[in-house]
T-cell receptor
Framework: GAGVSQSPSNKVTEKGKDVELRCDPI?????LYWYRQSLGQGLEFLIY????????KSGLPSDRFSAERTGGSVSTLTIQRTQQEDSAVYLC??????????????FGPGTRLTVT | EDKVVQSPLSLVVHEGDTVTLNCSYE??????LLWYKQEKKAPTFLFML????IEKKSGRLSSILDKKELFSILNITATQTGDSAVYLC????????????FGKGTLLTVNP
């Protein structure tokens, strides 16, 4: 079946512009994560959504970052007034209902963001 | 602050070699330790370890956890070029049952 999809796969933007990254989780998956991976680094937790509960936004690095999940499915990560240090790969992962969290994460292919 | 340290950062071997990748962690309220393989962008799950001394095995890959010494190893025997990837270690701990702290990864290159 279809896996987690993310769009765009690559995004080049100028410093100061806003960008929106999209994640389509696997149908029926109730939990969703966003991570950031800078060059040579591990995955950095950004935000976690679980069902209708309030999201855990504790990993968002600044108030320029925000994320929402509409209808418990598609999620968008928005970065306002992008800075060069925002350049990274942004990964989304989803988890099926009833799965043992955080074990069964299905990752998308990521969006590579380059801020010039 | 929890910390996960992987070593070596990179490793180059020849096909057929056996490799051992290391992951040490400093945590409070340890829950689990996970290994992922990352080719290109998307990590894929390999193992989750929660108990000391119990080896998890999948084909040529195996992993074990030592909760006393706070480390885990990932072994790959008879390496193949398809094993070339970044191997990520992550630990879940603390007050949440869903947050993972990742190490920087080990870049493994297997040459023919």
């Amino acid at each position: 079946g279809a896996g987690v999809s993310q769009s765009p796969s690559n995004k080049v933007t100028e410093k100061g512009k806003d960008v929106e990254l999209r994640c389509d989780p696997i149908s029926g998956h109730t939990a969703l994560y966003w991570y950031r991976q800078s060059l040579g680094q591990g995955l950095e937790f950004l935000i976690y959504f679980q069902g209708n509960s309030a999201p855990d936004k504790s990993g968002l690095p600044s108030d320029r970052f925000s994320a929402e999940r509409t209808g418990g499915s598609v999620s968008t990560l928005t970065i306002q007034r992008t800075q060069q240090e925002d350049s990274a790969v942004y990964l989304c992962a989803s988890i099926p209902a009833g799965a043992q969290i955080p074990y069964e994460q299905y990752f998308g292919p990521g969006t590579r963001l380059t801020v010039t | 602050e929890d910390k996960v340290v992987q070593s070596p950062l990179s490793l180059v071997v020849h096909e057929g070699d056996t490799v051992t990748l290391n992951c040490s962690y400093e945590v409070t309220n340890f829950r689990s330790l996970l290994w992922y393989k990352q080719e290109k962008k998307a990590p894929t799950f390999l193992f989750m370890l929660t108990s000391s001394g119990i080896e998890k095995k999948s084909g040529r890959l195996s992993s074990i956890l030592d909760k006393k010494e706070l480390f885990s190893i990932l072994n790959i025997t008879a390496t193949q070029t398809g094993d070339s990837a970044v191997y990520l270690c992550a630990e879940g701990s603390g007050g949440s049952n869903y947050k993972l702290t990742f190490g920087k990864g080990t870049l493994l290159t297997v040459n023919p």
